[in-house]
């Protein structure tokens, strides 16, 4: 089912270091996986997907990495800005059909 | 490319009103859209699916006869939420699935937020 929780996990980080969200997924049928970014009254934006066909993918200064084995998936995001402030949401799908949310994580980058 | 946009980006309405929201893919086809609902502080919750000259498919617990989804073309989708109440007022979060050589991806329209009065 849906992930819901009235307290989301927080990341806080300083500006320039990189930064790690983690996400634990339960569907072992899921084989599309993504990484949406959500700024404060907006939709979610996609960021990378990766396919269940490979472990790890990279985008402009991020990262996504799969290991099916524990069902982990996480997004490595290089040299943390200020604007990368948002929650980050992992969604996952069994053959691209509908997508099941994680909970979310805050990512707060300090100046 | 694959851009969704929604309209309104914003709406208050009185209890008992109803309420259209579009989702528009604008740059793609869309055979599949999905509409979500998210509180504050939580994530996105799957509401139902709609494609495109067949009835939607609705999630366990979302009245149908309350969310009404019409998809009438392969670049509009409509949420009307009938009779709302103050227990409505939610962020109303529309996506449209955009196939490519690599599969589909949804991308997501930004939202209305209603609120009822």
């Known amino acids: 089912g849906e992930s819901v929780g009235l307290h989301l996990p927080t990341l806080s980080v300083q500006e320039g270091d990189n930064s790690i969200i983690n996400c634990a997924y339960s569907n072992s049928a899921s084989d599309y996986f993504i990484w949406y970014k959500q700024e404060s009254g907006k939709g979610p934006q996609f960021i990378i997907d990766i396919r269940s066909n490979m472990d790890k993918r990279q985008g402009q200064r991020v990262t996504v990495l799969l290991n099916k084995t524990v069902k982990h998936l996480s997004l490595q995001i290089a040299a943390t800005q200020p604007g990368d402030s948002a929650v980050y949401f992992c969604a996952e799908s069994p053959s691209g059909s509908r997508l099941t949310f994680g909970e979310g994580t805050q990512l707060t980058v300090n100046p | 490319g694959a851009v969704v946009s929604q309209h309104p980006s914003r709406v208050i309405c009185k209890s008992g009103t109803s309420v259209k929201i579009e989702c528009r893919s604008l740059?793609?086809?869309?055979?599949?859209m999905f509409w979500y609902r998210q509180f504050p502080k939580q994530s996105l919750m799957l509401m139902a699916t709609s494609n495109e000259g067949s009835k939607a498919t609705y999630e366990q617990g979302v009245e149908k006869d309350k969310f009404l989804i019409n998809h009438a073309s392969l670049t509009l989708s409509t949420l009307t939420v009938t009779s709302a109440h103050p227990e409505d007022s939610s962020f109303y979060i529309c996506s449209a699935s955009f196939f490519s050589r690599e599969g589909a991806t949804q991308y997501f329209g930004p939202g209305t937020r209603l609120t009822v009065l």
């Open positions: 740059d793609f086809q869309a055979t599949t």
